[in-house]
């Protein structure tokens, strides 16, 4: 792909505020767009996220409310919501020894990295809360893939913070123990033409050292 065109797709995404509801993805164009997040980069490797994909529009209908009414719930063709992992990221969780062993390291090495993680992350893991914010942090990696993947094949998004956490997680009646709701993000086709990008200039964002 040429610079060109990835810039491209990185103006054509914008916070898209309402979608055209007559329009639907093709299934292999949502695949690509799981896809992007799921070869997003996590730290440790830990893939701290699962991928809801809301296809009912009762249940869109549903989840609506609790997302300030904000329309490109109900408009989107498909909303993905993500969920940041709790409790399988834990030093002493199975889940965490399994994914280092996928690297076929010797036992010395397993070990070793299994004592980097619960020393390293002894802070993060003191609390679900703060087990959230860490895995919510590699979720945003996988959003922003989703969304300029999608904008490379001409397919409109927006993220979405504005919700009401605990509602949706009982709505969709989420073990939050296990999982607790990060982002959600609806894909569809615009309506109205993107408004301007407002962006700072390059040298107030960068600083070379
Ligand atoms: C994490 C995150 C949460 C956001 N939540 C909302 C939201 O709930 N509703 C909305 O309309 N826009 C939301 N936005 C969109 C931002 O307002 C928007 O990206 C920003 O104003 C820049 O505009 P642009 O994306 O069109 O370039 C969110 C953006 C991010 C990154």
């Not at 965490?96 to 619960?118: A, D, H, T, W």
């Amino acid at each position: 792909m040429k610079k060109e065109q990835f810039l491209e797709a990185m103006n054509f995404r914008h916070a898209c505020k309402i979608f055209d509801e007559t329009k639907k993805i093709p299934k292999e164009d949502l695949e690509f767009i799981l896809e992007t997040a799921r070869l997003s980069p996590s730290s440790f490797g830990m893939e701290h996220w699962k991928f809801l994909v809301v296809q009912n529009q009762e249940l869109k209908e549903k989840i609506r409310p609790f997302c300030w009414n904000q329309p490109q719930i109900t408009t989107c063709s498909d909303l993905v919501i993500v969920l940041a992992k709790i409790e399988d990221v834990k030093p002493t969780n199975d889940y965490v020894k399994n994914m280092f062993n996928r690297r076929n390291l010797s036992q010395e090495n397993l070990e070793k990295y299994l004592e980097l993680y619960k020393n390293h992350l002894s802070e993060t893991m003191s609390s679900d809360e703060k087990i959230l914010e860490w895995s919510a942090r590699q979720c945003y990696i996988a959003l922003g893939n989703m969304m300029t993947g999608a904008a490379s094949i001409g397919i409109d998004s927006c993220p979405i913070e504005g919700f009401e956490r605990e509602n949706i997680e009982n709505l969709l009646n989420l073990d939050t123990k296990e999982y607790r709701l990060c982002v959600i993000v609806p894909f569809g086709y615009r309506v109205n033409p993107q408004s301007e990008k407002l962006r700072l200039s390059i040298c107030d964002v960068v600083q070379y050292l």
